[in-house]
């Protein structure tokens, strides 16, 4: 009878109004779903590896914004509502990254959802994430993928993707140092993949090719073949693209076997810990930085998170943390209570995004600022280059890349 009822009534509009009214109709899902959210508080999930290869990433991006969710909460929370959050380990596996999202989305009815937290895990995702229309903030994970070209709901916060990484790090080596000779050893998941192809393409720009391209698996405990090869390639500089552990095996092999290139890592081998695992044969090794600071600078911004997050992690402090998983998180989840703000008490997942897109530099702190809009989804474009010193301590070098 409703159905009628409606039906009967559409007559009574001319065309150019009913046209209008079903138009609008259509549009109030989207615009008015504001699920998650409720008069005092706001329902956020997390996705990402707690444990397998990727964990120190995952770990450290949950500890980071769970962090900052509390001080906010401490300070009242966001235009009068408090966080709740959910988190779920995908355990550095894409199939339970995809069930782990689903179950965030359909049964825990999170507002939005701060991770993946690897490549390899997030990738496979994509089709997922985009047709959620949840809005999705990544705060480690760098596949260009996810932000080329902007999927709507999709936002990366401080790392820097691996296709702008690649393009960056090539402007280092050949602009910079001047190298002309340039080997890779690169691990063989979606990460490593993506950041070889940017390399590569950056160098084939400048008349140039790698002179050799090796792959290891991100749980090899040994690479003696590969780095037998990349010697015979006798190259100047060796780029490492891999997560931390088996970069640091690649690197003191490199350097155990006699190669005295520069060895310049990704981004993924800027944890604290990554020269203590390398040792003393990786001192004046360098790698990407994706922050004006690292996790033990003495800027006050970054001393004020690393005390608040010591006094809240302990058994983490004992590890060496925080490292920069911990402070991507912590800068994602800034980025998510600026955003919150912005959007205002009426709050929808629509104006919430439209939020993010006027971010013209917003400054976590801790991170390097974040610049959206509605055609750029990706927060950031800048590299610096950081050094194993003999102390085995880690240091930034003077000057920034703009990888665009």
């Not at 150019?16 to 699920?35: I, R």
């Not at 009242?76 to 965030?104: H, Q, T």
């Amino acid at each position: 009878m409703e159905g009628r009822t409606w039906e009967m009534n559409l007559r009574l509009f001319p065309g150019h109004v009913l046209a209008g009214l079903l138009a609008l109709c259509v549009a109030l899902p989207a615009h008015a779903d504001s699920t998650g959210v409720t008069a005092t508080s706001i329902k956020i999930g997390f996705i990402g590896s707690l444990t397998g290869p990727a964990a120190i990433w995952g770990s450290g991006n949950l500890a980071g914004a769970a962090l900052a969710f509390e001080q906010q909460n401490e300070a009242g929370g966001v235009n009068g509502r408090k966080f709740e959050w959910v988190s779920i380990d995908d355990e550095s596996s894409a199939p339970k990254g995809i069930a782990g999202f689903n179950r965030l989305v359909q049964t825990e009815q999170v507002f939005a959802v701060i991770g993946p937290s690897a490549s390899a895990v997030g990738v496979p995702m994509k089709s997922v994430l985009a047709s959620s229309n949840v809005p999705v903030i990544i705060p480690s994970f760098s596949s260009p993928d996810m932000t080329e070209p902007v999927i709507r709901n999709v936002f990366r916060t401080g790392t820097l993707n691996d296709r702008m990484q690649g393009r960056a790090m090539v402007n280092y080596l050949v602009g910079v140092l001047k190298f002309d000779r340039v080997a890779i050893m690169r691990q063989s998941d979606q990460y490593g993949a993506t950041g070889t192809a940017a390399i590569t393409a950056r160098l084939k720009e400048l008349g140039k090719a790698p002179v050799a391209v090796e792959t290891f698996n991100a749980s090899d405990t040994d690479v003696t073949s590969q780095v037998l090869h990349l010697r015979s390639a006798d190259p100047q500089a060796i780029v490492v693209y891999g997560y931390p552990a088996a970069s640091a095996i690649a690197t003191r092999q490199i350097r155990e076997l006699g190669i005295k290139a520069q060895i310049l890592g990704s981004s993924a081998t800027s944890n604290q810990n990554y020269p203590e695992m390398v040792g003393k044969v990786g001192i004046g090794a360098k790698f990407v930085v994706a922050g004006n600071s690292l996790p033990e600078s003495d800027d006050k911004p970054m001393a004020d998170f690393r005390a608040a997050f010591q006094k809240r992690y302990p058994d983490l402090t004992r590890q060496g943390r925080p490292a920069t998983s911990d402070v991507l998180g912590y800068g994602a989840a800034k980025n998510v209570i600026e955003a919150l703000r912005r959007a205002g008490k009426d709050l929808t997942r629509e104006n919430f995004m439209a939020a993010l897109e006027t971010f013209d530099g917003f400054d976590s702190g801790v991170t390097l600022p974040t610049y959206l809009s509605s055609t750029n989804h990706e927060g950031n474009s800048l590299m610096r280059i950081a050094i194993i010193t003999p102390e085995l301590t880690r240091e930034i070098l003077p000057g920034s890349f703009d990888a665009k």
